[in-house]
C-alpha cells in the first residue's frame, strides 16, 4: 500500500458519488486532464455547400492516478463494474477538500460534473513496483451529461 503523508493542500482529493454510495480518495490524483470537444454535425446542403451545425461544447476530464492505496482501487473497481462502466451518471467533485482555490481545474470544474458519465471502455489498472511501494496506475475518462 502506498505510504500516505497527510493531507497536503493544494492537492486534488476527489471525491466520486453516486446513488449506491460514495469514494473519498485517500491519496491525491497525479493529474487533472480537461477538454473541450465541440459537438457538431456536418452536412451537404441541396446546393452541394457545406454546412456545419454547432450544438454544444462537450467537456471532459481524465483522471491520473500514480499510486493509491489498494482499498480504494476495490471501490473504483466494484464502482466500474456496478454502476460507471454501464454509462449511469455520478458526481464527480476535483478537490473535496477545498484546498485549491485559485487553480484553473478547481475554479472552473470543482463542481461541474454533476452527471459525470465514465467513458472508459475498461479499467485497467497497472501495478508498479518502486521504492515507494507498489503503486497502481489508471486513468479514468469522464464527460458531463448534458439535458436536452
Known amino acids: 500500500m502506498p505510504p500516505t503523508f497527510g493531507i497536503q493542500p493544494g492537492f486534488f482529493y476527489p471525491s466520486l458519488t ?9 491519496n491525491p490524483v497525479t493529474a487533472l486532464l480537461p477538454g473541450h470537444k465541440p459537438a457538431r454535425g ?7 455547400l457545406p454546412e ?16 493509491m492505496h489498494k482499498d480504494d482501487l476495490t471501490q473504483i473497481l466494484t464502482w466500474f463494474d456496478d454502476w460507471g462502466g454501464h454509462g449511469k451518471p ?11 482555490s485559485g487553480q484553473l481545474e478547481y475554479d472552473r470544474y470543482n463542481t ?3 452527471k459525470a458519465i465514465c ?14 511501494g507498489i503503486l497502481w496506475v489508471y486513468t479514468l475518462t469522464f464527460w458531463q451529461e448534458h439535458d436536452e
Open 112 to 114: 461541474f460534473f454533476t
Open 42 to 48: 456536418q452536412n451537404i446542403s441541396l446546393a452541394g
Open 18 to 26: 453516486w446513488s449506491l454510495g460514495a469514494i473519498n480518495w485517500q
Open 52 to 67: 456545419t451545425l454547432h450544438l454544444r461544447n462537450d467537456i471532459a476530464i481524465a483522471l491520473v492516478c500514480n499510486f
Open 90 to 100: 455520478s458526481a464527480l467533485v476535483f478537490d473535496r477538500l477545498n484546498t485549491c
Open 119 to 132: 467513458t472508459n471502455d475498461k479499467m485497467e489498472p497497472k501495478r508498479l513496483t518502486s521504492a515507494r
